[in-house]
C-alpha cells in the first residue's frame, strides 16, 4: 500500500508531538512509560521547593515532585504531589521532609519510613516535615561568634579611647615629669649611698674603738660574774618583800572600787538619777537649751530696754528699784502670735496623729514649701506655754509675731503698748 503525501506528513507530525511530549516529561523527570505512585503532602512553607524537584529515600532516587498549588480551602498551605517511581512499600506514618542538598540551597524531598505494619495507599496524604535551611543552621552557628566580635571591637573601641585619653598632652607631661622625678631620686639615693660610704669610712676608727669597748665589757662581765649573781639574789629578795606586801588585797580593792564605778556609769546609762536623765533624756537636754536660750533673750532685752525692768521714781530719792515683767495688757490689741511648727515641701493632712494635742492647726503654702501654724493668741505667755510644749515634738518651732496680719519681729511686737 502506498502512502499518499499527506499521510506521511501526518505520520510525522504525530511522531513529532509524540517525541516533544516525551522529551517535556522526560526533562521535567517524568518517565511516561513507567507507572508512578502518587501521593500528597502539606506545607506552610516550602522553602523554594519547585516542581521536578527529586524525591530520595536514603539517598537514592525514587520519585520527583510533580506539582505544588495552594490548597482549596484558602488557608494559604501548599500541596506538594509527589511521584514515586519505585515500588517500595511505605508504612503509614512515612513523612516527607524538605531538606537541602547542597550549600548552594538546592532542596530536595526526602521520603522517611514510618514504624508502622500498615502500609499507605497511593494519593494518601504524608507527614510533612520541614529541615533547617544550611544557611540558617550556618547563620545560627556564627550569630554567637558574631555577637561576641561585636562585643570584642566594643571592648577594643573602649580600651583605645582610654588609652587615648591617657596618653593625652597632660598624661604625656605628667609621665615625663614622674620619670624625671625618678630619675632623680635615684641621682639622690646614689649620693646618700656615697655620702655613707664616706661616713663609715671616716667613723671606721671609732667603730673599731666601740668594738674593741664591747670585748671590755664583756671580758668585765666575765670578770664580775660573781657579783652580779649577788645582785640577782637579791633582787630575788626583793621580790620576795614585794610578795610578801599582799598586792592581791590591793589590786582586789581596785577591782572593787572598778566594779562600783561600772554601777555607777550603768546607772547613768539606764536614765537613774538626775545625771543619768540629762545625759539620756533629751527632751531635759531641749529644756534646759530652750531655757538657757530665753535666759539670754532675756539679758540682751534687758540690755536694750532697760526701762522696760527697771523703773526709777522721779520723787523717791530712796531710788526705789522695782523689777517688772511684760504682761499681756500692755501689748497693743492688733498684735498676734503663732508657732510655725515646722514646713514640709509635700502637703500634710491637719488631722494627722503628729497634730495631737493641738487644735485649729493651719496650712499656708509659699513657694514649693507648705509650714503648718497653730491658732492665733493675743496673750505672749499662753504662746509661750504652748511654744515649750511643742518643742519636744517638733525641735524647729519658731514663734512668730504679726500684726494686722503682717508678720514683725518679736523685739517690735513686745515694744508695741496699748493706747
Not at 505520520?11 to 516529561?25: K, P, R
Not at 509527589?82 to 526526602?110: E, H, W, Y
Not at 597632660?170 to 620619670?179: A, K, M, P
Request: aromatic fraction near 8%; charged fraction near 20%.
Amino acid at each position: 500500500m502506498k502512502l499518499t503525501k499527506t499521510s506521511k506528513i501526518g505520520i510525522l507530525v504525530v511522531v513529532c508531538l509524540t517525541l516533544l511530549f516525551w522529551g517535556i516529561n522526560f526533562l521535567k523527570g517524568r518517565d511516561i512509560f513507567r507507572t508512578e505512585k502518587v501521593y500528597y503532602a502539606r506545607y506552610q512553607n516550602v522553602g523554594g521547593l519547585t516542581a521536578t524537584t527529586l524525591v530520595t529515600l536514603n539517598g537514592l532516587k525514587i520519585g520527583y515532585v510533580r506539582e505544588i498549588y495552594f490548597a482549596e480551602d484558602l488557608s494559604g498551605d501548599l500541596i506538594v504531589k509527589i511521584a514515586l517511581r519505585n515500588n517500595f512499600p511505605l508504612p503509614v506514618g512515612t513523612s516527607a521532609q524538605i531538606a537541602s542538598s547542597d550549600l548552594l540551597g538546592s532542596k530536595v524531598v526526602k521520603i522517611n519510613l514510618g514504624k508502622s505494619t500498615k502500609l499507605l495507599s497511593p494519593n494518601d496524604t504524608l507527614a510533612s516535615q520541614m529541615d533547617v535551611d544550611i544557611m540558617q543552621q550556618v547563620s545560627d552557628q556564627l550569630a554567637p561568634i558574631k555577637a561576641k566580635a561585636e562585643r570584642l571591637i566594643v571592648n577594643l573601641d573602649s580600651i583605645v579611647s582610654k588609652a587615648a585619653s591617657i596618653l593625652n598632652n597632660d598624661s604625656q607631661h605628667n609621665i615625663t615629669e614622674s620619670l624625671r622625678q625618678i630619675h632623680q631620686t635615684m641621682t639622690n639615693l646614689e649620693k646618700i649611698s656615697s655620702t655613707l660610704n664616706d661616713v663609715v669610712t671616716g667613723q671606721k676608727k671609732n667603730l673599731t674603738t666601740t668594738f674593741s669597748n664591747i670585748s671590755v665589757i664583756s671580758s668585765n662581765l666575765k670578770t664580775n660574774s660573781g657579783q652580779l649573781g649577788h645582785i640577782m639574789d637579791n633582787f630575788s629578795v626583793l621580790s620576795d618583800s614585794l610578795a610578801r606586801l599582799q598586792i592581791n588585797k590591793t589590786v582586789e580593792h581596785i577591782n572593787m572600787t572598778v566594779m562600783d564605778l561600772n554601777k555607777i556609769m550603768s546607772k547613768i546609762d539606764t536614765s537613774k538619777g538626775s545625771l543619768g536623765l540629762l545625759i539620756n533624756d533629751p527632751k531635759l537636754y531641749q529644756n534646759i537649751n530652750y531655757s538657757s536660750e530665753n535666759l539670754n533673750r532675756l539679758l540682751v532685752d534687758f540690755k536694750q530696754n532697760p526701762k522696760r525692768y527697771i523703773h526709777f521714781s522721779a520723787f523717791d530719792f530712796g531710788r526705789k528699784v522695782t523689777i517688772t515683767s511684760p504682761t499681756d495688757a500692755q501689748l497693743a490689741d492688733n498684735i498676734a502670735f503663732k508657732i510655725q511648727l515646722f514646713s514640709s515641701l509635700t502637703p500634710v493632712s491637719t488631722a494627722s496623729p503628729i497634730f495631737k494635742g493641738l487644735d485649729d492647726v493651719s496650712e499656708t503654702k509659699s513657694g514649693s514649701n507648705y509650714f503648718y501654724f497653730t491658732k492665733a493668741e493675743t496673750s505672749y505667755n499662753k504662746i509661750r506655754m504652748i511654744l515649750n510644749n511643742v518643742q519636744g515634738a517638733f525641735p524647729e518651732a519658731v514663734l512668730r509675731c504679726y500684726k494686722n496680719g503682717n508678720e514683725i519681729s518679736l523685739e517690735n511686737a513686745l515694744k508695741m503698748k496699748k493706747n
